[in-house]
């Protein structure tokens, strides 16, 4: 073997993959910039709360009741005076408190009340006994264990204060945060209007699904993985399906797409190819920053603004478009949806199980499979072949690798970091 030839023809690839990479913007300046010029939503809107699932707060929920309304048993037990406890250990049955029907009329000095769990606590109690700590005899309630002062009894407003902030602005509702407004008696909540998007394809080549394919035609799969992602970050979408290679028709979308929407997102046409219109047009209706992203796949990205929507171009190929939408355009409907406590995935370290083949100049998301080995460490292996086609990738994968800009191949037992896919690309 040559290994003088070798080197050299390894330097003269490097040399060329510095080149194309000349001009490119890293992914953290083009996040930065998308954000820093766009601005949350403040249309709000009153919806019922059943309807409020997935929506962002317009502002903080403030609690009109305390939480507990009022004093109750954390147990199935007997409610007790202090003082007469300190007179003798059995005490007769006064009466019964339950959930929905306390104890009524007048509570006889030495004598003790059976409670439930949730009865209100009748006036005078100094504490709760719970069942287990008692026993029934013929002269009444014999308690075994000491008893401290306010045991098991739960105050009014130990959980929740009146007037206070119950949820902060910004955070979407789920069900961990409905039936907590729920329990406050709170059926109507203000949310921020939802976004807006108008989504649509562009090129001769493309083919609706369910059609025939003609000569030199793809599916279009790229408008119905938008779609998808959309749906799960709550948007209402507007599709305006596939639009040719044809300069006017592609102006007429944008022209309707900006009237009906906050957000405009095409795939395809962002290139350099002669048909590729799109950037052409943008130029001529609106401001807009045409971007050469450092990243590994989807280097061809478009963002900016017309007369009065938000522009984002994603590439063409299948797996580049999922990836700039998920690492670009999500954090964007985040951040224009007033969704303020989203945040981005988090980038663990493993180990590659599979040699990784990459060259220095781009930060590159290469699928994988990871999961925990016998003695709990983080393992990944490639999901295999990671061309901008393969679009099987994202379904045998459960995150991205994430090799940095300056980095070459990786070798089986190098530690690697990687993403794992949220809610956008998971597969269950």
Known sequence: MDFCHTDSHHADLHQADLHQTSGLISLEQALEKLLAQTAPLTKTETVDLIQSAGRITAKAIISPINVPPFDNSAMDGYAIRLTDLQKADTLPLAGKALAGMPFQGEWPAGTCIRIMTGAPIPPGTDAVVMQEQAEVT???????????????????????????????????????????????GIAKVEVLRKLKVAIFSTGDELQAVGLPLKDGQVYDTNRLAVHLMLEKLDCDIIDLGVIPDDPEKLRKAFIHANALADLVISSGGVSVGEADYTKQILDEMGQISFWKL????????????????????????????????????????????????????????????????????????????????????????????????????????????????????VAAGETVQIEFFNALLKNQ
């Open 294 to 409: 450092a990243i590994k796949p989807g280097k061809p990205f478009a963002f900016g603004q017309l007369e009065k929507a938000w522009f984002c171009g994603l590439p063409g190929n299948p797996v580049s478009a999922v990836l700039t939408f998920y690492q670009l355009v999500q954090p964007l409907i985040a951040h224009l949806s007033g969704f303020t406590t989203w945040q981005p995935p988090i980038r663990l370290n493993a180990k590659a199980l599979t040699p990784l083949k990459k060259s220095p100049g781009r930060l590159d998301f290469q699928r994988g499979v990871a999961e925990l080995n016998a003695q709990g460490e983080l393992e990944v292996r490639s999901t295999g072949h990671q061309g901008s086609h393969i679009f099987s990738s994202y379904s045998a994968g459960n995150c991205f690798i994430v090799l940095e800009q300056e980095r070459g191949s």
């Open 138 to 184: 013929e002269t009444g309630i014999r308690f075994t264990h000491s008893v401290r002062q306010g045991q098991n009894i739960r105050t009014i407003g130990e959980d929740i204060s009146e007037n206070t902030a119950v949820l902060p602005q910004g955070i979407k509702l789920a069900t961990a945060q409905l039936p907590l407004i729920a329990s406050l």
